[in-house]
């Protein structure tokens, strides 16, 4: 199995950021994505933004689907306020669980499932999470809940775990094949997490600098 780089390896943090100045953008307005409801009640509607170019490939990817097939957005960028509760709250649980851990080691097995802060790319609006639904709009299995821990989905929730039904392995490569076409690059330990112009994206395709 291929090494999977965390989002707290020093290597992601030491990538260096050119500022684009890409707006946001709200997927809800003029755009044909189907946005699910289960982050409305975030009232000033934070989580239905992303950058102009993330949205752009995201139709790109939606328009490579099979016929029937759609993607089913759940949310983008995220205040850093909101990404360091996350964080915070999944580094201490792991802290009550395993109380001989160090520090780094806390902080290493958190960014498995929530990125640290100060590189998290749901704060930069480069960061989507979704998965796919049908014609209908009813949601497929793509073998975990979204945003499964680690913990309660056996390591499920991992992009190439092979704990799945071939039915949700077919759907993750159905949805991986269509946004990798567009450009975005996925996060491993997270099957419905994509970001493209982020720090791990970056690293991940060799350019010079997130923008």
């Known amino acids: 199995m291929t090494e999977i780089i965390l989002m707290s390896d020093p290597k992601v943090a030491a990538v260096p950021v050119q ?15 189907l946005v699910d409801t289960r982050k409305w009640q975030d009232s000033a509607g934070a989580f239905a933004h992303l950058r102009e170019g993330v949205l752009t490939r995201l139709l790109e990817a ?9 993607l089913l957005f759940v949310e983008g960028y995220r205040p850093p306020a909101l990404q360091r509760h ?29 990125s640290p802060p100060e590189i ?18 009813n949601e497929l299995d793509l073998g975990t809940r979204m945003n499964a821990t680690p913990e309660e989905s056996a390591g499920a929730c991992y992009t190439h775990a092979d704990n799945i039904t071939a039915e949700a392995r077919t759907h993750r490569t159905t949805l991986s094949t269509a946004l990798t ?13 994509w970001s493209y112009g982020d720090r791990y994206w970056a690293l991940q395709t060799g350019a010079a600098a997130a923008e």
């Not at 939606?62 to 759609?70: D, K, M, T, V």
């Open 181 to 193: 076409s567009a450009g975005l690059v996925n996060y491993p330990t997270e099957w419905w997490h």
């Open 19 to 33: 500022e684009c100045g890409e707006p946001l953008v709200d997927v809800r307005l003029n755009s044909p994505l």
């Open 86 to 114: 996350y964080f915070d709250k999944y580094a201490t649980r792991l802290r009550t669980e395993h109380p001989d851990w160090s520090p780094d080691r806390i902080r290493s097995a958190a960014s498995r499932y929530v």
């Open 62 to 70: 939606q328009a490579q689907l099979p016929p029937g097939l759609r």
């Open 120 to 137: 998290a790319p749901h704060s930069a609006g480069a960061a989507v999470d979704l998965t796919l639904a049908d014609a209908d709009g």
